[in-house]
């Protein structure tokens, strides 16, 4: 206590300013990169009201977006709960771009300026530039002229061809913003700003120098041999490369009705589903990374005696409140909590690699008592998603402290089990349900293009790959299959079929629902 | 050194314009919603901020979405306090579902989202389909207008408003505290030093006293200089502050026939008549008292609930209602205090006889108490092209055809829908100057 004195402390009081933000955001930089190794893009921080916080929220995050009524309606429903009291804002909002921007709400406190600092722009920001999901599929230099490029698109689209008709294909769009992302294969990199120009000056000249009377051509008649039936398929889906999982992506690629401009309105669609889909996949890591971070510089910066206990104690209370996982029966359930179930992992993983106990010894052989459990933290984060994150690091330990079981649910009994619980022979069972739970992919309903007959009745064949025996909701189905036969032009079918046994499980078509 | 950016004066409201945009998208649901909360409210409450549920049909954004009743899940859930492997737990019977780990569809299960509709929004939706014409619909939403008012005083203003007293009374203790040299010491120094002057053969001691007087005197004048004898630091402004307009109060009438014969599209049609009634009231006076007349064979004075909702079986004997106002306004609204309105909404139907004596009261009373009477006869909207506005009609109309020449103040029409109820406000202020000189 006798080394604590007044003068080392990087701000007094609970009102900030420009001058203390940045003293105390230099003090955090020398833990984050000097101790903790974190490599970040550069930040910039920005000030914003709380109304300014409510309009980010409602445009999913983004400093730019394009003009749409669901945005609207979002910001109405935040506000209202924000309001009413029901939820309070966040005290940050961080962009994954370069320099990655993090917003600071006014309000907050000094101290809690420190710490949301420490969480988003050091923790938040070595996560996005060093998660491999990331570096994948996303481009964080391109992201934020991409979202001005979108933006301007748009409203120039709504000059030239009117608000109404850009509205419906965006709807279109937002309806199959889930299967508009690759999952299985790798994506195409995200091109450059000058080669997405020069693609669309091509379009543009295109669409210039059309002329009808191409159209008026005699075409040549094929002779449709059934036994070349078959074989045409095959061609056919060769050509189209089918089967395709990405439905926004085929659509732009393949609708038969649709010009140009609505095709580059699908483009920016997918552009920020895809854009997005990592953040999805990484929730809990995510967080818990930044979690991690800002309780580990905040109690570093105690350490040295550069942050007063008045304010550890605000910061601590704040931590908690965060961290807080209410039981299943609690009402305040909401789900597992990932700021609770990262942080957690991540200190037991700083726990095993430091005193492991015979357990971990057994569970996690590769790191247990290594000693260095940042360098084994900073390769968690670089190469896991939340799946195989919780597959290889949830601990018999922490399954403990969260009590966590596991239940199944059949759709048929009156009943549902308890298949596994926190002991010696649930731990691998519930440690996997854990992980499929996190699993994007896997959770979101599977729906591919199959076929499409260009020279027949043009209908475009879906499946649904039925997993575990979960169907779709009908009303969303048939609304959302009504959206993509919109953007396709012709009649859509979507066969659900069992993905064990290979059997037909249900069919529609909006050709049926629409009589 | 990281970039900070104050982003705090950055222009606000950077989503009004998709706010905007899903208004527009919802119009028609939440014209909808506007006009049932209008049908319940109180009259004088349509005239205010409204929350409207999350519209559902038009603002819905579909996406496939698992449904919750079929197939075979598994959940992980902390906090297991009692449970074993291999126990089973009864399924909730209704809602809930299982584990309750169902992904909420954004919009889907908000039953209590209200979405505030600003005044404006809601007069706009309200009186979309009455046809109202935009200046009046601008003037609706006009705010009262405000006289200047005498309150305490300003240190800023026009010289104008100069309040001279006050000045001169800041001017007096400024110059007392701050030990300005008064006139009369001046007098004295420049009497003694000019009596100092006179003297034929100053003595060394005069000469000494003259050079001190000047000294004195110099100094005196040059406190005199600086500390004048009103500085702008005295001067006190009177100041004005902008007072509501104090109208003169307004009393309205609501009668209304109640029998049978009258549904619920013509107590709807008839509500919206006073509604607008009000709105336009409300615009000129101050304070509105509302007075509900419901008649059947007999009438009496009941509260707004009761006149639009409980129903009432019986004849029907319009002068009740006539009568029953009269009294109330001899009663409790003198009519050189209040300015009074009517407005009589029925089908038409009178017992036979009667239609003559309810003229007659009008002409001879009513009109002369109210500033305008209107009534509104409500049909059926096939009836229009029988009637159109010629003579014939019901009985009680053609009793009202006669006065209605007769007195300025007085307008009745056929209402079979929406639209047809403007242009009797039209009437009604395009006379109004005639009526308040009549006052």
Redesign the interface.
């Known amino acids: 206590m006798a080394r604590r004195t007044t003068s080392g402390l990087l701000f007094q009081g609970s009102d900030w300013n420009?001058a203390t933000?940045?003293r105390a955001?230099?003090a955090i930089?020398q833990v984050a990169l000097e101790e903790m190794g974190l490599s970040v893009y550069?930040?910039?921080?920005?000030?914003?009201?709380s109304?300014?916080m409510?309009?980010a929220y409602?445009?999913v995050g983004m400093p730019l977006m394009y003009?749409?009524?669901?945005?609207?309606?979002?910001?109405?429903?935040e506000e209202?709960h924000y309001r009413k009291g029901h939820r309070g804002l966040a005290y940050e909002l961080v962009i994954n771009s370069n320099?990655c921007i993090t917003?600071l709400m006014?309000e907050n406190t000094m101290a809690m300026q420190a710490l949301v600092t420490a969480h988003a722009?050091f923790g938040h920001n070595h996560f996005f530039k060093n998660n491999y999901l990331f570096r994948q599929w996303t481009d964080a230099g391109a992201i934020l002229s991409y979202m001005d490029f979108a933006k301007k698109y748009v409203t120039k689209c709504e000059e030239r061809h009117g608000?109404a008709a850009v509205?419906a294909i965006l709807?279109s769009a937002?309806?199959?913003?889930?299967?508009g992302v690759f999952r299985y294969r790798r994506p195409p990199r995200l091109s450059s700003e000058k080669v997405r120009e020069r693609a669309r000056e091509r379009l543009e000249y295109e669409e210039q120098t059309y002329s009808d009377l191409w159209r008026t051509l005699p075409q040549v008649a094929e002779s449709r041999d059934p036994a070349e039936a078959e074989r045409d398929a095959s061609e056919r889906k060769k050509v189209l490369n089918l089967p395709e999982e990405n439905l926004l992506y085929f659509l732009e690629k393949h609708s038969l009705i649709l010009e140009p401009w609505q095709r580059e309105l699908l483009r920016i669609v997918r552009v920020i589903a895809q854009y997005f889909s990592p953040q999805r996949q990484t929730k809990v890591m995510n967080e818990g990374c930044a979690t991690f971070v800002h309780y580990t510089i905040i109690n570093r910066l105690y350490d040295q005696g550069r942050i007063g206990e008045g304010h550890m104690l605000e910061l601590l209370q704040s931590h908690s409140n965060v961290v807080f996982?209410?039981?299943?029966?609690?009402r305040r359930?909401p789900?597992?909590n990932p700021y609770a179930l990262g942080f957690a992992m991540m200190q037991d993983i700083q726990r095993i690699a430091t005193e492991p106990t015979e357990e971990d010894r057994d569970w996690f052989p590769s790191f247990a008592g290594n000693g260095d459990w940042m360098e084994t933290l900073r390769d968690a984060w670089a190469n896991h998603r939340d799946e195989s994150f919780i597959l290889q690091y949830l601990s018999p330990a922490v399954m403990r402290k969260?009590?966590?079981?596991?239940?199944?649910?059949?759709?048929s009994?009156?009943?549902?089990?308890?298949?596994?619980?926190?002991?010696e022979?649930?731990y691998s069972a519930?440690r996997s349900?854990?992980a499929?739970?996190y699993d994007v992919a896997a959770?979101?309903?599977d729906?591919q293009v199959m076929d499409v007959d260009l020279l027949g009745d043009r209908q475009l064949r879906l499946q649904h790959n039925?997993?575990?025996?979960?169907?779709?909701?009908?009303?969303?189905?048939d609304?959302?299959m009504r959206?993509i036969r919109h953007l396709w032009g012709y009649e859509v079918s979507l066969a659900g079929v069992d993905a064990q046994s290979g059997r037909t499980v249900y069919e529609c078509s909006t050709a049926k629902s629409s009589e | 050194m990281p970039n900070f950016i104050d982003r705090r004066l950055n222009p606000k409201d950077k989503s009004l314009g998709n706010r905007q945009r899903f208004l527009k998208r919802a119009r028609e649901e939440l014209k909808r919603v506007i006009k049932d909360q209008v049908k319940s409210d109180r009259i004088i409450d349509v005239d205010a901020a409204h929350g409207v549920p999350m519209p559902t049909d038009g603002a819905s954004e579909p996406t496939f979405q698992p449904s919750r009743g079929s197939g075979e899940r598994n959940y992980v859930l902390p906090g297991n306090k009692e449970f074993s492997a291999g126990d089973r737990l009864p399924k909730p019977e209704a809602g809930g579902g299982g584990g309750g780990k169902g992904k909420p569809g954004t919009g889907e299960s908000d039953d209590d989202f209200q979405f505030i509709l600003s005044r404006e929004e809601v007069l706009d939706l309200f009186f979309e389909d009455l046809e109202l014409p935009d200046m009046v619909k601008l003037s609706l939403k006009e705010t009262v207008t405000f006289k200047p008012r005498r309150a305490g005083f300003a240190t800023a203003g026009t010289p104008t408003n100069i309040n001279v007293g006050r000045t001169m009374r800041n001017s007096f203790g400024r110059r007392l505290a701050l030990h300005r040299p008064k006139e009369k010491e001046l007098t004295a120094v420049t009497d003694e030093i000019a009596q100092l002057e006179v003297e034929p053969e100053p003595t060394a001691k005069s000469r000494q006293r003259l050079k001190e007087l000047r000294v004195e005197l110099e100094r005196i004048e040059k406190k005199r200089r600086r500390i004048p004898y009103v500085d702008p630091v005295d001067i006190r402004f009177n100041r004005f502050e902008q007072q509501p307009l104090p109208n003169a109060n307004a009393v309205m009438f609501c009668l209304m026939d109640v029998s049978a014969s009258m549904g619920e599209r013509e107590k709807d049609l008839a509500k919206r008549f006073f509604v607008l009634l009000h709105l336009f009231l409300k615009r000129r006076y101050e304070r509105i008292d509302i007075v509900f007349i419901r008649h059947t064979d007999e009438a009496r004075e009941v509260d707004e609930e009761t006149f639009f909702y409980s129903t009432q079986s019986g004849g029907t004997i319009v002068s009740t209602a006539l009568e029953e106002m009269i009294r109330i306004v001899e009663d409790r609204y003198p009519s050189q205090i209040w300015n009074i309105y009517a407005a009589q909404a029925s089908d038409g139907d009178n017992i036979i006889g009667d239609s003559e004596h309810c003229a007659a009261l009008l002409r001879e009373k009513l009109t002369k108490l109210c500033q305008y009477y209107a009534y509104v006869e409500i049909i059926d909207e096939r009836e229009t092209e029988i009637f159109g506005s010629t003579d014939n009609g019901t009985a009680l109309w053609r009793a009202y055809r006669t006065v209605d020449g007769e007195k300025s103040n007085f307008q009745m029409t056929r209402i079979a829908k929406p639209a047809d109820i403007y242009p009797v406000f039209r009437r009604l202020f395009a006379r109004q100057p005639a009526a308040r000189t009549r006052k």
């Open positions: 420009f933000l940045s955001y230099d930089e550069p930040n910039q921080l920005e000030i914003i009201t109304e300014q409510l309009d409602s445009s003009q749409h009524w669901s945005f609207g309606k979002r910001f109405a429903y209202h320099p917003y006014e722009a608000t509205e709807d937002h309806a199959l913003m889930d299967q996982q209410p039981d299943f029966n609690d359930y789900g597992i969260f009590r966590l079981f596991q239940l199944s649910d059949r759709s009994d009156r009943f549902v089990e308890v298949a596994s619980i926190h002991n022979r649930g519930v349900a854990l499929n739970s959770n979101q309903p729906i039925v997993k575990h025996g979960i169907l779709l909701d009908e009303g969303s189905r609304a959302t959206h």
